[in-house]
């Protein structure tokens, strides 16, 4: 199990910038691909972006293609989601998640561990 702590989300105006991360403690970090997820009110949590072990391959929804990056620092224990060109649909709680088999899959059932979420506001 791996324990994950989300930091970095605020309230910032369309267009702007934002980069969370989600710093991972217990079982080794660089075991595990990680991923990103939302969910804003009164809809279903959805993948936003996701990450290899390694870092090297890295997918994203199509609704955040071209603008947001996710990255890993594994020495470091961290994944990062870098948010350009926010809109105001991109209002959320931003959830990071973790699995063991490194399947890089974009259903939340693929992934065993969960932080708590930050919250992201974008104003028009």
């Known amino acids: 199990q791996v324990q994950l702590v989300e930091s970095g989300g605020g309230l910032v105006q369309a267009g702007g910038s934002l980069r969370l991360s989600c710093a991972a403690s217990?079982?080794?970090?660089?075991?595990?691909?990680m991923a990103w997820f939302r969910q804003a009110p009164g809809k279903e949590r959805e993948f936003v972006a996701a990450i290899n072990r390694s870092g090297v391959s890295a997918y994203y929804a199509d609704s955040v293609k071209g603008r947001f990056t996710i990255s890993r620092d594994n020495a470091k224990n961290t994944v990062y989601l870098q948010m350009n060109s926010l809109k105001p649909e991109d209002t959320a709680v931003y959830y990071c998640a973790a699995d063991l088999f490194n399947r890089v899959a974009t259903e939340v059932r693929y992934y065993g561990d969960w932080g708590q979420g930050t919250q992201v506001t974008v104003s028009s």
């Open positions: 217990g079982r080794t970090f660089s075991s595990y691909a």
